[in-house]
Structure formats: C-alpha cells, structure tokens
C-alpha cells in the first residue's frame, strides 16, 4: 500500500496533487510520500516487536538525508556499504551505535572514520578484510565489534544480479568455513565477535530461501556457541520484496517474515537486526516525467519522454518493469494504447517499457513511474550531460525539494580544465 492515489481525477501524493510539483519544480523528479515510508518500516519495526531488534533501513536504496532523519527519527538504524553513507547517515542524525557497515571492499581508510566515528558492527566478509580492520583498530586503540557474513548457498530465486547467497557470488564467507574463519577472529585483539550476518538476495518474493537460510545461521549460531563464541547478535539482512505491479503475485508481507525470523532464529535468544531497504523505500516514491512526442514508428508507437534511463536504469539494467500511469486519472472504460516508451538518451536500452498498454496520452502530460523510491535516484547518473533530476518529500499537504535540479553551470563547472589547456 502506498500514498500515490487519484483522487478528484488527478494523482495526488498524500494530499499534494502530482502537477502542482512539477509546476513548481519541472519535469523529471522523484517525489517520495512520508507516510509509506513511516508505514512500511513501522509494520517491520512492529513484525519483530516479539523480541529485541533493530530495523537498519538499507539506505543504498534510497539515500536522500531527509529520508533518513524521517526513519531515524523513528528510531530506525541505517545499514552503510561505504564511508559515504556512513557519512551521510550521521549528517541525518543518525547514531554510530545505530550504523551497521556492510560490504566486501572496505578500506582501511572507510573502517578508520567508523571506528573514529562510532559503529554499530562491522560486517566483515572476508579473511583479508577482517586482518585489515583487526589492524586498524588496534592501531586507534579501539576494538571493533564483528559479524561474519556467511554465504548460505541457497537460490534466492531472483534475478540473477541481484543474488548475493550462492556460492559462486562475491558475497560473504562459505558457511563450510565458519567455525574456521571464527576461531581466527577469536584470536584478533581488534575485533570482537557478537554475531553472525547474512544477506541472500533482493526483491525475493518467496519467504523459503530465506527460511533455508536462516536455518542455517540457526545451527551455526549453536556450533558456534559450542566453540566458545559469544553470539549475542543475528543480522538477517534484507531482500524482501514488493509488488512491482498489481497483477503480479503478492510477496510475502512484513508480518509474516517477522513470524518466520520468529519461528527459526527466535528460539536462540540473540537480538535481531533486519536490513531491509526496497520495501521501505520502493512503493513510497514515484518518477514524474513528461511527453516530449508521441512518435509514429512503422509498427508500432514510441512515447518518447522526458525521464531517460540515466533517471532510472532499472529497466535498462535487469529489464524491471514499473507501472507507468497518466497522472490525469483516465475515464473509466477508455481503451487503452499500447506504446513503446523511451528517453532521449541516444542508444536504444534507453527503454523503459516495450508494447506497454496504457491509457493514452499526449504531449506534455506527465506520466508517473510507480514504486520508482528505491534503487531509482540512487543509481542516477548524469549520462547525456543531463543533470541529476530533483527529489521532493512530500508530508500530508506540504512538499518540499529535498535536491534540487542542478543549473547546467554548475554541472559542467564540476569539470577543470588543465593548466596546458588554459
Ligand atoms: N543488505 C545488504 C548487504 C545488501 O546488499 C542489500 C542490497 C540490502 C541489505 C537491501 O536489500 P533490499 O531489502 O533493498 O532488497 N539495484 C538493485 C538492487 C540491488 C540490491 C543490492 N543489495 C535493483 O534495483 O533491484
């Protein structure tokens, strides 16, 4: 569920009518609702209420500081996979000992500020990078908190570039070799370890790999303990997905997770961090562009866009799709068009939807890009010297630009010229 309804005829954000914000702020923009973000990482928050737990929004999805302080300011953790988030969740607000630091190539440099700074964990990934930071931290001083990712080796059963839990992915350590790679953190005196963490995949739409998964943290939590290791803390990671569209089977819900995560790693008594960041962020945010033309091909009709795919890669990138709606509300019973609908970027992935059925529309009219909010600004990228398009935050019956559109001049004022080219 979220807060992009028609209403009155038109699409409204809460209670902000779609058009009004592209006329304060021109076309393409992200615009997120407040309330769905609240909502969905509220119903996580409350899913695993039947024990100690931390929600750690995953905020590569989506990583606009306003959305931040909005989640932190419901007591929301953040998970970083680089200083610059860790970077940017602390100018939000957010706590170090509410920061959990993911991913296989931190530096020495990047676990250095987090340590200085403050950190919840570090989840190494590693042998090499769990030498590295057993020595950066003993050279500050400090001891550094640990989980090991463990790579489960279950299919996800998504999409294949974004599995991370089989073991031919980059992700984590063989769960074969746990006790192994344990036993050498054991002896480090800049590390100490107080859980395990694991992470399969995104935009799962089943909850039994997850179960598989979790099964095995399960038994290996026991091993581990038996071994002599302190496991106080499971981080599940994140993963679960959303619907892209509404004729698509529903993924599981929040609260039913919660009762899996309940029903398989409950029993151990460890405190409980999630990492989830697409169904937070997802269906709360939506991409408004605006018809260029509608261009006439031999078979078939392209609507071509203002909104390309350096906007949103995704269906460039994994051939996602989105549900793209008029942001007039059509009359009920109007036949549908079918459009192929595309950017202006000069190469042809720049495709957002291939023989899509839609209501028809016309120049000018702004079209939005459903469930847009996670993994949609983040990955944008300024290809075409086109300049990174504004984000907007909308709370009931205000908004505001929470980006705003860069001028040209100070896109291409970022580049300098060398001296000999003076
Ligand atoms: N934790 C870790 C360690 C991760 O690698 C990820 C996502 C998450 C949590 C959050 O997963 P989520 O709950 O959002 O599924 N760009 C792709 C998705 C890449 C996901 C990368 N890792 C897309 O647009 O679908």
Request: net charge negative; glycine share 10%.
């Amino acid at each position: 569920m979220d807060h992009f309804l028609y209403r009155d005829g038109a699409l409204f954000a809460e209670d902000v009518p779609v058009a009004d914000i592209a006329a304060a702020v021109g076309t393409p923009f992200y615009v997120y609702s407040t309330a769905t973000l609240k909502r969905h990482f509220t119903l996580f928050d409350e899913a695993l209420s039947w024990g100690d737990h931390l929600v750690c929004f995953a905020m590569k999805s989506l990583s606009n500081q306003a959305v931040l302080k909005v989640l932190a300011d419901l007591g929301a953790g953040m998970d970083v996979v680089s200083v610059g988030e860790y970077m940017r969740a602390k100018a939000a607000g957010v706590p170090g000992d509410r920061i959990v630091f993911s991913g296989v190539g931190k530096t020495a440099d990047e676990m250095r500020v987090a340590l200085e700074g403050g950190i919840r964990q570090f989840n190494v990934e590693s042998e090499p990078e769990m030498a590295m930071l057993d020595s950066v931290a003993q050279s500050l001083g400090k001891v550094a908190p640990i989980t090991v990712r463990v790579n489960p080796d279950v299919d996800a059963k998504t999409h294949a570039k974004i599995a991370t839990g089989k073991s031919e992915n980059k992700f984590g350590i063989p769960i074969s070799r746990a006790r192994e790679v344990y036993a050498m953190a054991a002896k480090m005196q800049g590390l100490k370890v107080i859980g395990i963490d694991v992470h399969i995949g995104s935009q799962l739409t089943e909850l039994a790999p997850f179960e598989a998964a979790y099964k095995k943290v399960a038994e290996l939590t026991e091993q581990l303990r038996a071994d002599g290791h302190e496991i106080s803390r499971l981080d599940l990671g994140g993963g679960l997905g959303i619907p892209y569209t509404r004729s698509n089977e529903a993924p599981p819900l929040p609260t039913e997770y919660g009762a899996m995560v309940q029903r398989t790693v409950g029993h151990l008594g460890c405190e409980i961090e999630i990492e989830p960041g697409r169904l937070i962020s997802g269906n709360a945010g939506i991409l408004v562009s605006k018809v260029i033309y509608v261009k006439s091909g031999e078979d078939r009709e392209f609507l071509i866009i203002d909104g390309a795919m350096n906007d949103l890669i995704r269906p460039a990138m994994y051939e996602a799709w989105h549900d793209i709606i008029p942001v007039v509300e059509p009359a009920p019973g109007e036949e549908p068009a079918k459009y192929d609908i595309v950017g202006p970027i000069c190469e042809s992935g720049d495709t957002f939807a291939k023989a899509r059925e839609m209501p028809a529309v016309g120049p000018d009219d702004l079209i939005a890009f459903r469930s847009a909010g996670a993994y949609g600004a983040v990955m944008a990228s300024e290809y075409n010297s086109r300049p990174l398009i504004p984000e907007v935050l909308v709370d009931g019956d205000q908004f505001a630009v929470i980006r705003k559109r860069p001028t040209y001049e100070e896109m291409i004022a970022r580049d300098t010229l060398p001296p000999w080219l003076k």
